[in-house]
Each structure stands twice: as structure tokens, then as C-alpha cells.
């Protein structure tokens, strides 16, 4: 059973472009949380997706969207790339329809922003 | 004030020790509670999860909530090396439905030989 898969794992953009990562969740999950994980914090919540619909968001600008499929799998994508962006961009997969809220999370996409 | 308190570290224990990690929280409506663990650039991996107070064991690890306190331990039994990584406690106000982690900084674990 494949897990929560995730690419690239890495990535190098400059300031001011835009970058797209991808997200497949875990074998029977409808649910994908995006998180930030910044050098020495724990992970931040940027937003989640169900149903192809943005369900919540956290205290991040609109230069972060998303998408997600029909297939659950989802996209991140940020424009207009800061210095401040580069962190560890975590995915998580969840079935909270099944009353299964444990969520679980890819190895992540280390991006790097110089 | 953040949301979730958590030292970082790092604790640095000798093979066999019992190990405590804890989380401080401020939002009551915090219900469900989890610890993660992350191991050196890769993603976190759940160990436990719990809903409200009590205790929960799974293998050498426990997990203790005590809500009236805002207080959550991960007990760790004959740690081993391996155990070194990043422990990272996680919360949420709804288990089920849209819900969203609210993350600790985490904590070191070195286990030396």
C-alpha cells in the first residue's frame, strides 16, 4: 500500500517565480492538507482540500492556491516567490468521511528559494 | 503566546533510559492529540493518537492528555538509538470533518549507545 508520495523532493527556484508541487495521498484518503515547515519550527497549515474545494485555509497569503483532482491527488502552488518561502512543504492525507481523522504525511519537498 | 508550546531540545538520553516529552497548549477546544515523529529531512510519522484525557500505550511508547492541566507527555521505554529524531506533538479541535494541526516546535531526541 503506497503512502502519501509527493515531487519533487527537491527543488531550487529564484525570487519571483513560481513553483507547483505535487501530492498523491495514501490508498482510500479523500483529504489533503498542505503544511509549511520552516528550519527548526514544527509544520504550519497552509490549507485543505476535499471534494476538488478548498475547505479551510491558515494565515497564509494568496500567493499560496492549490488544486485538487478527481483523483484526490492535489497540487501547491506559489507565486511570486520570497526568500522567506524556502522551508520543507509538507502533504497529509486523511479520510475523515470515514471517521478516520489520522493524518499522514509524505517525506515532504525541501524547496529552496535564492 | 503560541498555541502549542514545546521545548526543543535537544535531550540527549543514554540507550535504555526512559524518556518524557511534553506539550503545553492554550486553546481548550483542543480535543484530539497526536505525536509525530521526524526523522532528519523527511516527512513526520505518526506514532499516537488520543482524544481527550487519559492514557494510551503502543508498545514502549505512552501518551498522556490531561485537558484540566492543557498537558500531553509521549513516554518513551528502553529507548534506542533509533529513537533519535525530532518529536513533534500535534492538536486539533475536531477529529473528524475539516480539521487542522496545530504543530509544537518539536523536540531533539539524541539516544546514545
Known amino acids: 500500500d503506497a503512502g502519501v508520495t509527493q515531487s519533487p523532493t527537491h527543488l531550487i527556484k529564484t525570487r519571483g517565480q513560481q513553483v507547483t508541487l505535487r501530492c498523491s495521498p495514501k490508498s482510500g484518503h479523500d483529504t489533503v492538507s498542505w503544511y509549511q515547515q520552516a528550519l527548526g519550527q514544527g509544520p504550519q497549515f497552509i490549507f485543505q482540500y476535499y471534494e476538488e474545494e478548498e475547505r479551510q485555509r491558515g494565515n497564509f497569503p494568496d500567493r499560496f492556491s492549490g488544486h485538487q483532482f478527481p483523483n484526490y491527488s492535489s497540487e501547491l502552488n506559489v507565486n511570486a516567490l520570497l526568500l522567506g518561502d524556502s522551508a520543507l512543504y509538507l502533504c497529509?492525507?486523511?479520510?475523515?468521511?470515514?471517521?478516520?481523522?489520522?493524518?499522514?504525511f509524505g517525506q515532504g519537498t525541501r524547496l529552496t528559494v535564492v | 503566546q503560541k498555541e502549542v508550546e514545546q521545548d526543543p531540545g535537544p535531550l540527549s538520553v543514554p540507550e535504555g533510559a526512559i524518556v518524557s516529552l511534553n506539550c503545553t497548549y492554550s486553546?481548550?477546544?483542543?480535543?484530539?492529540f497526536m505525536w509525530y515523529r521526524q526523522y532528519s529531512r523527511k516527512g513526520p510519522e505518526l506514532l499516537m493518537y488520543t482524544y481527550s484525557s487519559g492514557n494510551k500505550e503502543d508498545g514502549r511508547f505512552t501518551a498522556q492528555v490531561d485537558k484540566s492541566s492543557k498537558y500531553i507527555s509521549l513516554f518513551i521505554r528502553d529507548s534506542q538509538p533509533s529513537d533519535s529524531a525530532t518529536y513533534l506533538c500535534a492538536m486539533s479541535e475536531r477529529g473528524t470533518g475539516f480539521q487542522k494541526l496545530v504543530f509544537g516546535t518539536g523536540t531533539r531526541l539524541l539516544v546514545s549507545p
Open positions: 497529509a492525507s486523511s479520510s475523515p468521511g470515514q471517521g478516520n481523522a489520522e493524518a499522514f
Open positions: 486553546n481548550s477546544a483542543f480535543q484530539y
